[in-house]
């Protein structure tokens, strides 16, 4: 018998899950293509602006991929607390404002004349928001069903890398920072993608297997 919490709680994770996550993800799409954010063409024209762009488009797709895991997850792992709303709301917010931050990294947007700081100082902060969202990423508790070696060296690369980039990006104050930040990002969406995808195959062979086993268990 369905109960007054019960629906509560459907009601939360449909705005959490089905209305807030899509919704972040559609403002970062709809930002990306927006024809108005440069002043003179209707694509970026510049080096800077087009490695800035790369760095915004893998940061979107990083975050589609962090829904698919997270809605994966969401079949093992059972019924959704307050406790993981607010953890998986504040791991978009952290998504969010890294993609945002990278786009005031836009030189034609903001017109700074001192286009390698504005764009490193930027990028830093970028990098800070998503390195935090890894971490959250990182506390997220982890399925029984996973090769637990294979299942950590992905989880870790992500968080890793990002740090690393963050240190990397803010001590960058001449030459081409926005094309390491671009790099930087690419080599984490190919990261996580790897680990989203291993992790999604992970629970739905477990799934499978478990299905499997409930239908002999049935039949004998």
Not at 114 to 127: E, L
Request: hydrophobic residues 45%; glycine residues 4%; proline residues 3%.
């Amino acid at each position: 018998m369905t109960t007054y919490t019960d629906n509560k709680e459907s009601h939360i994770d449909d705005v959490v899950y089905k209305l807030l996550y899509p919704g972040i993800i559609g403002s970062m799409f709809f930002d990306l293509l927006d024809p108005l954010r440069y002043s003179k063409t209707l694509l970026p024209s510049s080096l800077d602006d087009k490695a800035i762009f790369i760095a915004r488009f893998a940061v979107l797709l990083i975050f589609v991929f962090d829904y698919v895991h997270l809605r994966s997850l969401r079949k093992i792992l059972g019924k959704s607390t307050i406790k993981n709303h607010i953890h998986d709301l504040s791991i978009a917010v952290m998504y969010s404002f890294g993609y945002f931050a990278l786009g005031r990294a836009s030189v034609e947007v903001l017109g700074d004349a001192d286009r390698t700081s504005n764009i490193a100082n930027w990028g830093t902060i970028g990098c800070v928001f998503l390195s935090i969202a890894f971490l959250l990423v990182f506390a997220y508790k982890d399925p029984q069903s996973i090769t637990r070696t294979t299942y950590w060296i992905k989880k870790y690369l992500p968080v890793t890398f990002s740090i690393i980039l963050t240190i990397i990006v803010n001590g960058i104050r001449s030459d081409r920072p926005s094309v390491i930040i671009a790099i930087g990002q690419v080599i984490l969406l190919v990261m996580y993608a790897c680990f989203v995808v291993y992790v999604v195959k992970s629970i739905d062979k477990a799934i499978n297997t478990q299905n499997v086993t409930g239908n002999k268990e049935a039949i004998s």
